[in-house]
């Protein structure tokens, strides 16, 4: 808390705050991670919203006027980079998602929406790519604009909108009710799905979301939802818009349709097969595993951590394990909105203690991995001429992936995030 009350004081007397622009500051940590290799011992200079020079402390002298901040202990790192959020849902173990979908006004959700944006940025994710409103509409474009204006604090957003599914294959269903308002764009075939997506991007999307597959019909089995066609339809359109696609895909076919279709990313793959990944990783798509929304949905089941995993949970584990197989470049996100909004490193925790990967190398793509992801030149390391979105935790993340808990100071464009 202190570095808080340290840092305030001095760009507060700057003026750093607000619409004023941010000085020039030395921040001189005991180490940095540059979104690579970790630097002991370096220090960072940041000129308004930029990264002005990183490297050793000792080659790193203030300008006059500059402000110094030591932070003795801590690990300045790049913004951290959320893969998958939806900030307009709340945890399901609260409400769950048919009756937010269904009940919820949208002015509640908004609300909400603000809330869930304050908390992300502060826990150090700077910032994220929301995939998908979940019923409420464009929501997540004006969100963009109240954080891009000051007028919220939030990390900084690449917006998918509606999302768009297939006829009848996503949700909420009441067995007994038609028509009921649905999650995401219900669209089909050749002119119904250039329109849709062209409306998508006209209202503000920045990537297009499809459901690839989905739990289809009264049994909730996972089914493929679009053709390849359509689906190829879809990464066309998008792409000659300048747009990727993302798709949500649980079975391997969902998933071998997406990644034959030209998507960029694959969400969830729970069904993944070796084959398939392998396939993804020969024509460039990344997968984003989401591990930590299979873990709170099992644990809303009524799954305890230590007890024996539910199939869950296990299929998750056998998907991880081909896809490391395959060497599949990863996204770090977490579905976060399942689960509380602030927690999004609950996702980067799992990978380490649950799914074994190494914390460097989940930082690595939680930081300049997302950012190359998802073409975000701008960020996701400390080098010169790039955003200054900074994190700076207590220890060594790169030793202990728990020290991301221990957040003490954010910069966003070189502006402190209260
Ligand atoms: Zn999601």
Known sequence: MKYWILVWGLLGALGAFGQAPAGTTLLRP????????????????????????????????????????????????????????HLLLHPYN???WNDQVLTEPL?????????????????????????????????????????????????????????????????????????????AQEADGTDNLIRAVREQI??????????ADYRWGPNDTPQPTFSLEELTLIVQTARSAGRGVVAHASTAEGMRRATLAGVETIEHGDGGTLEVFQLM?????????????????????????????PPRVLNKHRAMQAALQAGV?????????????????????????????????????????????????DRGR?????????????GDPTQQIIALRQVKLVLKGGEVVQ
Request: charged share 15%.
């Open 202 to 211: 006209g209202h503000g999307a920045d990537v297009v979301k499809v459901y």
């Open 382 to 394: 400390l080098a010169p001429g790039l955003l200054a979105d900074l994190v700076a935790v207590a």
């Open 30 to 85: 005991a180490a940095i991670f540059d979104g690579q290799d970790m630097h002991p011992g370096w220090a960072v200079l940041v000129e308004g919203e930029r990264i002005k020079a990183v490297g050793p402390a000792a080659q790193l002298a203030a300008p006059a006027g500059a402000t110094t901040l030591e932070l003795p202990g801590l690990t300045l790192l790049p913004g951290l980079i959320e893969g998958h959020s």
């Open 329 to 377: 470049t990863l996204v770090v996100g977490g579905d976060v909105g399942v689960f509380a909004h602030g927690d999004n490193a609950r996702e980067l925790e799992l990978l380490v203690q649950d799914y074994g990967l190494a914390p460097l190398a989940v930082l690595r793509a939680a930081t300049s991995g997302n950012a190359r992801t998802f073409h975000l030149a």
């Open 107 to 183: 002015a509640l959700r908004v609300a909400r929406a603000t809330v869930h944006a304050r908390r992300t940025v502060q826990a150090g994710f700077t910032t994220a790519r929301d995939l998908g409103t979940e019923g409420a509409g464009y929501a997540d474009v004006g969100l963009k604009q109240a954080i891009d204006q000051g007028i919220i604090p939030g990390p900084r957003l690449l917006v998918a909108t509606r999302a768009l599914v297939a006829t009848g294959s996503y949700g909420p269903h009441l067995a007994a009710v038609e028509d009921l308002p649905q999650g």
């Open 94 to 96: 609260e409400t769950s």
């Open 281 to 309: 990783k020969q024509r460039g798509v990344a997968f984003c595993p989401t591990v930590a929304a299979t873990d709170a949905i099992s644990q809303y089941k009524g799954w305890q951590r230590g007890q024996p995993a």
